[in-house]
């Protein structure tokens, strides 16, 4: 009987690998030498489907399809926010053909559990994109505009619960306690409840469970175009093209946060590899697959390589890492 | 019964010779994902999602439902027949259907939960299409108070599945409890040991596959020589009329407490399969059987778990909210053809709708067609002899824990957890109160620290929301008749049983 069994479990994970394979749409052996056929491995620090799984994937996938690159063995490497991942990232030193796809959320998990990985520790490579984040009430919350929201949340802190799909140290979390502090409130009092994500999110919204809800819009598309949710204002410099709401700073509060993701490398790599790497992110940004990749999934550009993306990425270090000292959770 | 129009238009567009090949490809990726244990229908969806860049999003979305359905049915099979769950929802299937299988009755084990998955899948689907335009909007009133006193009941079942000796089944439930309270479910990291894998707490696939599978291979191990081989007999292939008789009630009763809890934001498929495991124990004709192999304790929770699925796409479909990680990536791939979801989705997309809900149908006749022929040959598997069995087991299991989150630590954990299962199996602990306290433990957790987050750590939130009185009181009113019954009849203690939970 081993052979009926050890065929159907053949069956099965070829069947697996050919989809794997099929759908990583390499496909293609591409002989010889030289950088385009160079393989490299990227590593994702959430779970298959995640916000760095799609950035990463997205990113991994114009590579080879451009042929910029060899083929990519992207992994998946789940743990604390990231912090498992970062901390595998660091070890690696020196290791050239390695990437990560990270973002704010992984700045802030390094910081909650307590993990002696830092971001800059790592080699800055490339930020790719950004997402606003935006206040979200439901159709007939009382809250009209953020002034609304500010008056009723100075007089009662207590008296505004807000929502959001990240945990503490992720973006949904630091965007209202950097708003709190802004409008001068103790983010210590701010009410924040954790969501799994942006179902469960939109849930206690619908069911006006929460009062407000810090979030990427994109996840409430559907909400928002019935008029069953309303977006109060977005956290960027500058408005959304989808969603018909003010930023922060046409409603009268001086600040702009952003949730970002990039790509960063092991430390300890020398200057030409680094160079190399980032010369193949840019190339990448070019391509027509990049854009359509932003467009299908709403996000932003914000393309940055070498000295901006590292200032900025220090400048991100320690601005959560501020915050989360303020809150006693770092 | 505009419906029925609207679903029939919707089986002519599902049937095209193109849909009919995705919804093939989606049940069998789906089967074969939901055999080979830790790779869920959500991992491979969302390792799927690039298709969605090259198809028509009709095609993407009826083999994605192929998949859905396909993996609820498919993790059935190994845990009837290695005792290693693939997914969270076919943890229950394990503890009566092996015993099942070690019967020689795996055949019929297999065949009523691809009939109870049949069955259940499509009173699902029909439910759905009747009602998910209506109902939708109620679910998300149900707030976390609510959630909570659910799975409060559902804990309070437990009480009835403590086996004989409730000293050792409340030792296992609290073990189990304990395991659950490994994360950092609070934003601050607890009993990690400083480890930032166990972070997020221990995933239930690893403890299942550790308690169910390495215990018992342990177990087997230890006794190989002392013991005689009790060969596993060759049973009939089919079910007999009585295995018909005793598993249509338990398909039934199963689809009734799938497809609600599936429609609930906080329901998934763990709960419903454990309250219809508990009811058909307590409604059995006998009950004697359970623990040793009861067809009811197949049925019921099999046809839960796929009644379940169907649940999850009210909501989804009917307002565009995701309760399971396999619904959230089905929104993404909707919203990567720029289709707006949410309540107007059957007004501005009906042909989609309906085809999507065509295809369910066909997806369950397909799997239904697909496995019952499948069931007698996956039974022979049996037949191999037992060092090679248990080495196929073994594999199987730490390749399980492995691809949970692919961290070779899961592995070790596997072992650690494993010695437990042995260590609960030499004395005499059931290990079902365990499982059930590793999956209702931090849900139960969350769902509080949530409502009393909210309200400000005011208690009495906890019955502000009638269906959580409505449970309450229903929790109050069992707890009397227990206690009543109690002291009518108060009955020994029965120490013979012991031996059965010890061959567990």
Known sequence: MTPTRRSHRLTATVFLVAAALLLSACGVTRGGEGEANRRLSMYIPNSPGGGYDLTGRAAARVLEDAELSGRFEVTNVIGAGGTVAMQRLLNEEGVDDLVMSMGLGVVGATYTNDSKARVSQATPIARLIEDQEALIVPKDSPFQTVQDLVDAWKADPSSVTIGGGSSPGGPDFLFPMQLAKTVGIDPKQVKYIVYDGGGPLTSALLGKKIDVGASGPSEFEGQLEDGSLRVLAVSGEERLETVDAPTLKESGIDMTFVNWRGILAPPGISDESRERLVAMFTEMHKTKGWQDAIKRNGWIDSFATGEEFETFLLEQDKRVETTLKELGLA | ?504
């Open chain 2, 1 to 504: 019964m505009d419906s029925l129009n609207l679903l029939m238009d919707g089986f002519a567009q599902a049937l095209t010779v193109q849909n009919l090949f995705y919804a093939v490809v989606g049940v069998f990726l789906g089967t074969a994902v939901g055999v080979l244990p830790g790779i869920g229908p959500a991992m491979t969806l969302a390792l799927l999602l690039p298709i969605t860049y090259s198809v028509g999003p009709d095609s993407a979305l009826i083999m994605f439902a192929g998949i859905y359905y396909g993996g609820m049915y498919g993790g059935s099979t190994t845990s009837i027949l290695l005792n290693t769950p693939g997914e969270s929802s076919s943890v229950v299937t394990a503890i009566e259907g092996n015993k099942m299988a070690k019967k020689g009755r795996a055949a019929q084990a297999l065949a009523t939960a691809a009939i109870g998955s049949f069955v259940a899948g499509t009173i699902g689907t029909l439910l759905l299409v009747l009602f998910a335009p209506s109902v939708a909007g109620q679910v998300v009133k149900l707030g976390n108070p609510s959630n909570f006193a659910l799975i409060l009941l559902a804990l309070f079942a437990v009480t009835a599945v403590l086996g004989t000796s409730r000293l050792r089944g409340f030792i296992a439930l609290f073990l189990g409890l304990a395991i659950g309270l490994v994360g950092g479910q609070t934003g601050q990291a607890r009993l990690t040991f400083g480890n930032p894998l166990l972070a997020d707490g221990i995933d239930i696939v690893v403890v299942a596959v550790a308690i169910f599978a390495i215990g018992e291979a342990l177990w087997v191990a230890a006794h190989l020589r002392r013991r005689p081989l009790d060969i596993i007999p060759v049973g009939q292939p089919w079910m007999s009329r009585e295995d018909w008789g005793r598993s249509w009630k338990p398909w039934l009763r199963g689809t009734a407490f799938g497809f609600p809890f599936g429609a609930l934001p906080a329901g998934g498929a763990e709960i419903p399969t454990f309250l219809s495991y508990v009811t058909e124990r307590k409604l059995a004709k006998h009950p004697e059987e359970f623990g040793k192999g009861a067809i009811e304790g197949v049925a019921g929770p099999e046809a839960a778990n796929n009644a379940s699925a169907a649940g999850t796409l009210v909501p989804l479909l009917a307002i565009g909210l995701p309760t399971t990680a396999t619904a959230a990536i089905m929104l993404l791939a909707i919203q990567s053809y720029g289709i707006e979801t949410g309540p107007q989705l059957f007004d501005t997309e009906p042909d989609l709708v309906w085809a999507l809900l065509a295809s369910l149908f066909i997806g369950n006749t397909l799997l239904l067609l697909l496995n019952l022929p499948l069931a007698p040959l996956w039974a022979k598997l049996l037949q191999i002899p037992r060092p090679y069995l248990y080495a196929g087991i073994l594999f199987f299991a730490s390749l399980g824990a492995y691809s949970v989150s692919f961290q070779p630590f899961d592995l070790a954990l596997l072992l650690v957890i494993g010695l437990l299962g042995l260590a609960m199996r030499r004395f005499g602990l059931p290990v079902l109160p365990l499982i059930i306290g590793v999956i209702l433990g931090p849900k139960l957790e969350e769902q509080l620290t949530t409502s009393l987050q909210i309200s400000s750590g005011d208690v009495s939130t906890l019955w502000s929301e009638p269906v959580a009185v409505i449970v309450y009181a229903f929790i109050a009113l069992a707890l009397v008749a227990i206690l009543a019954s109690g002291l009518r009849k108060p009955k020994p203690e029965a120490p013979v049983e012991e031996k059965e939970e010890v061959s567990a």
